[in-house]
């Protein structure tokens, strides 16, 4: 408590005055020589314990008003005083922001730590015996009201809180279910404070972020609506922000680039060591000197030997914000796609087709990564494609119905296309094919000789996976500048061909006349489908510093079209764990980055395309390789093991730790909100939310209670004695 | 003792002598005009009979002739014998205004004396101080003797301690003959002693008229200041604010007068609470009623 006019309390000594003057009194007697003195003492004997309570009742009065009169004069005020006086019920509710950012370490406490600390304490400000009434919105994996109610039980629910979640959390979200939750505590509350216990992340709070519609809402409903920072001053943090495979799906003996992004998030130049494992196994160790708020890229080529999906995993020393300091990719090594050539060799060995061209070019040996077979076209059928993985039609003439038929099925189910256009594709011939393809809009132009009007490749579309090797401009001349022999423009009509997608175009040597198309690809259910115009002819390949000529195109032009995993290998925190499979799964089990098992997760739904739907997790809560292993059940009654890392990514927007500055805050915000920082200690929270309150006011009214009461009490004695 | 030649004496004794004269004057003159004729066998007069006239002394014979109601009177003889207990004890001196409860109970046993003295009854007086008989006038009649009563009452003062019924069952034992007693008295003293003093005397035949002289101050209990009340009787000290104790006191005095008249009534005593500040009238008429009611008992 303290006082306005502290100099009044020196009159406290006044308030022995009427206690002086009760003693005073008891000692002025007027003499009186009296005859019935046995009544007299009868009637003290009756009414002595009585009148001594009486009278020390009038005393406590008199003292009381004097002592109040003395306090109000010297103006006090305290936040503690009115809980002692009486008051209405309060209300308040907490929003944690559990996100992964609230884990940093500060001062030797973490963001969320420090925002628990300030929740408890609120809730132990409440009192459950006034109907004060709190609850508690947890803004984690998912939105959260953990409790509400009682004080105290929600403060004991509290306690068990241990960190945030690895994530991002949906902070308008939680600013909604507060809103909800104000009409929950219903009307019995007089007062609702709504406290946002945040680090106020800059990269969450901005005006992109939605907030204003909630932060409007709860002031309408008149709630006192406060956003606490509880993040620390100094905010370094260096992070694993992503991995970049050159191709998520290599082919065992293959190597494949990981681009690793480093990041300091800091303002001060930071040193660490970076460490990459392939499946729980350093394979390279690099330093960095990161200068502040400086990304470094660490390119590490990764050549596994062994086939199967392999976790690759980046660790850094762990900093003051753990859950970024490790990041984790799958790569998916196989054995090798099995390529089925449908075509025939050119009769003249002087004059190779199509054909030929993509079996030179396919036949490279015992380890390579694709190992290609030939067949006839019109021996093409069902079985003959289900013994593939990917089909290549080499300059097809005429495909019949039945076959075209076959060839949607095997992409519809997820095998991959490419057709290779020559000078025998005949135009009529493949409309029904690629009306079986769902390509409608697309047309095969008519052959063109270099001598007529050469052309050459012009990119359109660089992130076109089957222009990986290109993407790379120094090696874009090589695709960009050979002069095409023959080549067959497609053309697109764009009304009708919204699903195509185009990613070279043919260009007159002028580099200024478009003459078409040259590569489209499009998806067909679970498959992919590529139309090259300009097939790799021996003739193409006149870059005799690269083995194989314009082979890069080829080989992820097939590789872009070679089928995906069943399901994606890579998850965000949070997202739900769900696999689909082509053969039902069996003993099924999961475990997390720790090595613990997760017992009975999964369910399994059969879906309508044949496969198997596998839901294991809801949310994936924890960042890191996940294993599944299980075994899939053939229809022939065989089994396969299928042994399946996982990997789950944090957001990396959460390694930025960054505060939002309140004048950036002010632009999006009511003006009502107020905005704190728990660094000013908590003194300037419980300020706000409790303003010292003039006592002055109230302290008179007893005054004068008191003084009422007295007279009263003493008038009602009077007449009680004066009988 | 005072001494005659005493001017204060002299003082009091004139006044106590004209308030008991008046007194009885004023009763005469006022609710009874012929209330002292006797009803001996010696004729006085007749008159004119008056509401009240005891009807067996209308004179038929006389009625029969003149057509008037004419009563009979007769010159008054009695063997009435009026013995005064006035309670000198030290209570009796308490005041609150000019006199005291024993100046009025001197005044009143005066005036009773007076009556008696005019009615030729024989009267006495026995002064009691607290439990002790001190002083007492024989029982005779006349003027001389009424003389001596008033100087006995105004050289008295009021002093000792104790029950007043002690004083009274004392003087009971010197009461040769029957007769009326009237005891003044404040009665501060235990009810049942006062019954027990009461059937003594009624147990000898005698009447029993107790009569109660009151201050207000005892009755209303009007202190309002912190008040040190010093006892009359022994040493009993004590401080008090006035107004705490006031109603426990007022219940303590009433319920002690609800069991004194209840006691003294059953004894067979007319009783009557005389406070100092009314009339001596009202105990003369008193007096007179039970005289009247015991002249006709014994005659009967």
């Known amino acids: 408590m303290n006082f306005a006019a502290p100099a009044v309390l020196w009159a406290l000594p006044l308030v022995l005055v009427p206690i002086i003057i009760h003693l005073l009194q008891k000692r002025r007697f007027r003499r009186v020589e009296f005859s019935a003195m046995e009544f007299l003492l009868r009637a003290v004997r009756r009414t002595r314990r009585r009148v001594m309570l009486e009278d020390l009742l009038l005393l406590i009065l008199r003292t009381l008003a004097v002592l109040f009169l003395i306090l109000a004069l010297a103006r006090p005020n305290s936040k503690d005083l009115p809980l002692l006086l009486g008051r209405e019920a309060h209300g308040e509710v907490l929003i944690l922001d559990a996100s992964l950012s609230m884990n940093h370490l500060g001062d030797g406490q973490s963001a969320y730590g420090k925002a628990l600390s300030i929740a408890s304490r609120r809730l132990r400000e409440l009192d459950a015996k006034m109907e004060d009434r709190a609850a508690v919105i947890r803004a984690g994996l998912r939105v959260d009201r953990v409790a509400s109610g009682d004080p105290d039980e929600v403060r004991r629910v509290l306690e068990e809180l241990e960190q945030a979640d690895p994530v991002r959390g949906d902070l308008v979200g939680a600013l909604h279910a507060a809103a909800r939750t104000v009409d929950d505590l219903g009307p019995e509350t007089s007062r609702i404070s709504v406290t946002v216990l945040t680090d106020l992340q800059a990269n969450t709070w901005n005006v992109e972020g939605g907030f204003s519609a909630p932060f409007a809402e709860l002031v309408a409903l008149g709630c006192d609506v406060q956003i606490l920072d509880c993040g620390s001053a100094l905010r370094e943090n260096v992070a694993v922000t992503a991995i970049d495979l050159s191709t998520s799906r290599l082919v065992r003996g293959d190597s494949c680039d990981a681009l690793i992004t480093l990041r300091n998030f800091g303002d001060t130049e930071t040193a660490v060591q970076a460490t990459l494992l392939l499946d729980e196994t350093p394979i390279a160790s690099e330093s960095f000197v990161l200068g502040g708020r400086q990304p470094i890229d660490w390119n590490v080529a990764v050549a596994p030997v062994k086939s199967g999906a392999r976790a690759l995993e980046v660790r850094l020393e762990h900093d003051a914000l753990v859950g970024d300091d490790t990041r984790a990719a799958i790569l998916d090594v196989g054995d090798g796609f099995r390529v089925l050539i449908a075509g025939e060799a050119s009769a003249h060995q002087d004059a190779p087709n199509v054909f030929d061209g993509m079996w030179r070019y396919l036949s490279l040996g015992e380890w390579a990564p694709l190992r290609p077979t030939a067949l006839p076209l019109p021996l093409l059928d069902h079985d003959a494609l289900a013994e593939s993985d990917l089909l290549i039609l080499a300059d097809p003439g005429r495909v019949s119905l039945r076959a075209a038929e076959s060839i949607a099925g095997f992409v519809n189910s997820g095998g991959g296309l490419l057709l290779a256009l020559g000078p025998e594709t005949g135009q009529e011939q493949v409309r029904d094919l690629l009306l079986q393809l769902e390509a409608t809009g697309l047309t095969v132009g008519t052959p063109i000789h270099a001598e007529e009007s050469p052309a050459r490749l012009g990119i359109v579309d660089a992130e076109t996976p089957a222009l990986r090797f290109f993407q790379d401009v120094r090696w874009q001349p090589l695709l960009t500048e050979v002069p095409h022999a023959i080549y067959r423009p497609l053309n697109l009509d764009p009304n009708l061909a919204g699903n195509l997608h185009v990613g070279l175009r043919f260009l007159q040597q002028d580099a200024s006349l478009d003459a078409g198309a040259a590569l489209v690809d499009w998806q067909l259910g679970e498959g992919n489908i590529a139309v090259l115009a300009s097939s790799p002819l021996p003739s193409w390949n006149r870059m005799e510093e690269l083995p194989g000529g314009t082979l890069p195109l080829v080989y992820d032009l097939l590789f872009s079209l070679a089928p995906k995993p069943g399901f994606p290998v890579s998850y965000p925190v949070g997202a739900a764990l769900s696999l689909q499979f082509d053969h039902p799964p069996t003993d099924t089990q999961l475990r997390d980055p720790a090595g613990l098992l997760l017992n009975g997760l999964s369910e399994l739904a059969s879906l309508d395309n044949g496969r198997t739907r596998l839901d294991l997790l809801a949310s994936v809560p924890r960042p890191g390789v996940w294993r599944l292993s299980t075994r899939l059940l053939l229809p022939d009654g065989e089994e396969i093991s299928l042994e399946q890392p996982l990997a789950v990514v944090i957001p990396t927007e959460e390694s930025d730790l960054r505060a939002a500055l309140p004048e950036s805050l002010r632009e999006f915000l009511p003006p009502s909100v107020v905005i704190g920082n728990s660094n000013e200690n908590i003194v300037q929270v419980e300020a706000s939310d409790a303003p010292a309150r003039d006592l002055t006011r109230t302290l008179l009214i007893l005054v004068l209670a008191f003084l009422v009461s007295e007279t009263l009490f003493a008038w009602f004695l009077d007449r009680r004695r004066n009988l | ?300």
Request: proline letters at 4%.
């Open chain 2, 1 to 300: 003792m005072q001494q005659a030649s005493d001017p204060r004496l002299r003082a009091r004794l004139q006044r106590l002598e004209l308030r008991a004269r008046t007194a009885v004057e004023g009763l005469r003159g006022g609710r009874h005009p012929s209330p002292i004729k006797g009803s001996s066998t010696t004729f006085a007069q007749h008159r004119e009979y008056v509401a009240g006239d005891d009807l067996r002394r209308l004179d038929w014979r006389l009625m029969a002739r003149s057509d008037r109601n004419i009563i009979r009177e007769y010159e008054e003889e009695t063997d009435l014998r009026l013995w005064i207990v006035l309670d000198a004890s030290a209570s009796m001196q308490f005041t609150s205004g000019e006199w005291n409860k024993f100046d009025y109970g001197s005044w009143l046993a005066a005036a009773l004396a007076r009556v008696a003295c005019d009615q030729n009854d024989q009267f006495g007086l026995m002064l009691t101080h607290g439990e002790k008989l001190e002083r007492t006038l024989p029982a005779r009649g006349g003027e001389g003797h009424w003389k001596s009563f008033c100087h006995m009452l105004a050289e008295s003062e009021p002093e000792g301690a104790g029950d007043p019924a002690i004083g009274l069952q004392l003087a009971a034992g010197q009461m040769d003959r029957r007769g009326l007693v009237v005891w003044i008295s404040d009665f501060l003293g235990a009810p049942e002693e006062a019954a027990t003093g009461v059937n003594l005397l009624r147990r000898k035949g005698h009447d029993v008229i107790a009569l109660r002289t009151l201050d207000h101050a005892e009755v209303d209990f009007p202190f309002l200041r912190n008040t040190r009340f010093e006892g009359l009787e022994g040493s009993a000290v004590l401080r008090a604010d006035p107004n705490t104790i006031r109603a426990a006191y007022l219940e303590e005095f009433e319920k002690h007068g609800a069991e004194l008249r209840r006691g003294l009534r059953s004894a067979g005593c007319a009783f009557r609470r005389m406070p100092i500040d009314e009339p001596l009238e009202v105990g003369l008429v008193e007096f007179l009623a039970q005289r009247n009611a015991q002249k006709l008992g014994g005659r009967r």
